[in-house]
């Protein structure tokens, strides 16, 4: 059997392995392709069961990723929790992270449309992957994509020259907070799709 057959015949199988471990098609596909450039690169002699070497190996792969993710969140928890530390242990620390917090949500709010925003923010602060945003926003992966790319090329831009009347955020960066603080963004989620839909009705 060529290799381009061998690649035909147990990719579906492979990528329906890792998606049941990893729970996320694009790190599916990233894994047995990654395993398939693996597979090619060895002597294939030394391999007596090429089934059994791609299950075995993608399986593995499997379980560095989820490893890796595992070690990045715990570097997340232990930074968020030294974050903490540090402002309840400095005197009215929270006063400047509540004037940095509105400073960057009025430069959010003057140069994203609602829809930017929203990937924006789920995407580059709650690590959203591409699957989570198309289910979420109701947007195709590559509309999100284009989003994003589009929200961090306005952000920078300059933004010395703004000077517009924030508008009212509390809610949003409440729902905000809460997130960070909480690990659970489904408030923020619920807000950001309030801000998209009072932006569509605008249009009507």
Known sequence: MSHAQTISQYQPMLHTIAYNLVRCKQDAEDIVQETFVRWLSIDQQNIDNTKA???RAVTNNCLNHLNSL???????LDN???IIKHFKETNLAHLDLDIDLAAAFKVLHTKLEPLERA???????????????????????????????RAKKKLSEETSRINFELPDTSKLME??????????????????????????????
């Not at 580059?124 to 198309?134: K, M, R």
């Open 70 to 76: 595992r070690k990045k969140k715990e570097e997340c």
């Open 53 to 55: 070497y791609l299950i």
């Open 175 to 204: 729902s905000f907070r809460n997130a960070c603080h909480f690990g659970n963004a489904s408030d923020l989620v619920h807000e950001l799709k309030k801000d998209i839909a009072a932006a569509i009705s605008k249009k009507f």
């Open 119 to 149: 990937v924006y923010l789920l995407k580059e602060v709650f690590d959203f992957d591409y699957e989570d945003l198309q289910e979420t926003l109701d947007k195709k992966k590559e509309h999100c994509r284009q989003l994003l790319c």
């Open 80 to 82: 968020m929790a030294e």
